[in-house]
């Protein structure tokens, strides 16, 4: 099937990936412009282009969808269809309608759950225990088109919003694959979403980093790992900030909310709820993520001291 894909990040190249050792025809791949990265603001490709590039794909980065110039690629390109995963420009009418097939998408939710921009993270920092990956037949609407197949997985109570990233981002190829036979074979069978079951799973900020130990330990649980590893849950100590990548909830109980129960071997910290998180892995201003008892023993801390105050 000649195809044209639209996708950005690394949750997207496995996807690409798949169409190409599927055997289909690849004809051209539209991505987000290159953007500035680290310190020094150099511009980085996305990881899509630079797949592409190297598998000698035409790769088109149109800065918007809607002034014609998009269409004016897929005239020359004549795609049967169009997948996107993670694209992250809203298509208009006249690009979701171009091609024969129309265009599908590959979302990281059991839709109508989480639509929106982040719905590998709101998943976790909501703390859901299934997720999984949606096919859909686009429409105009955020995520509102006819459902196609869906496939579930577990969130495991420990996972991080980056691992199970990793992990969808398998489970979308694996999907888009079964998507396109069925589709090729004329066995799909369209599903309505019922609006009435949809969430919105928003972009994340770094408003959402400062944990709150007044919350239950699985709260402030669930928000370490779901905003792991961006843009990471934060905690201030000394009147500096100490980022926290890992947690585990764990058998110590009692204590005020924010107090240090253990500190040395294990970093522990009671919650709202009264019982505790053990913290992991950190990262102080200016260093590397360590392990927390590593920090502690450059940074000792006096069991009974209470954070964030």
């Known amino acids: 099937m000649r195809v044209v894909f639209m996708g950005t990040p690394e949750f997207s190249v496995p996807c690409l990936a798949r169409l190409i050792s599927d055997g289909h025809d690849v004809a ?50 004549m795609p049967e269809l169009i997948v996107v995963t993670a694209f992250g420009k809203i298509l208009p009418a006249e690009v979701l309608d171009f091609p024969k097939y129309g265009c599908i998408n590959i979302h990281a939710s059991l839709l109508p759950r989480y639509r929106g921009a982040a719905p590998i993270q709101w998943a976790v920092l909501n703390g859901e225990t299934r997720t999984g990956v949606t096919s859909m037949q686009m429409d105009v609407g955020l995520d509102t088109g006819d459902m196609l197949l869906r496939r579930e ?3 495991d109570g420990n996972m991080t919003a980056g691992e199970l990233h990793d992990v969808l981002s398998q489970l979308g190829a694996d999907v888009l694959s079964e998507t396109l036979t069925a589709l090729q074979n004329g066995t799909l069978h369209p599903e309505k ?79 709202g709820d009264g019982r505790c998180v053990e913290l992991l892995t950190v990262q102080a201003e200016g260093k590397k993520a360590m392990a927390a008892a590593d920090y502690l023993r450059g940074n000792p801390l006096a069991v009974g001291t209470i954070l964030n105050r």
């Open 193 to 271: 979403q019922d609006d009435a079951l949809s969430n919105y799973a928003p972009m994340l900020t770094k408003e959402l980093s400062a944990l709150d130990f007044t919350c239950p330990a699985q709260k402030v649980h669930d928000r370490i790992r779901g905003l792991s590893p961006w843009p990471t849950a934060t905690m201030r100590i000394g009147g500096k900030t100490l980022k926290v990548h890992r947690s585990v909830l764990c058998a110590d109980a009692g204590g005020q909310a924010g107090e240090v129960m253990h500190s040395g071997k294990r970093f522990v910290v009671s919650c």
């Open 153 to 155: 997985t577990p969130i």
């Open 28 to 77: 051209g791949v539209f991505t987000q412009p290159d953007k500035p990265k680290g310190r020094g603001k150099q511009l980085a490709a996305p990881p899509v282009k630079e797949y592409a590039l190297l598998h000698g794909i035409p790769v088109f980065q149109p800065r918007t969808m809607r002034d014609g110039e998009a269409v004016g690629i897929l005239r020359q390109l």
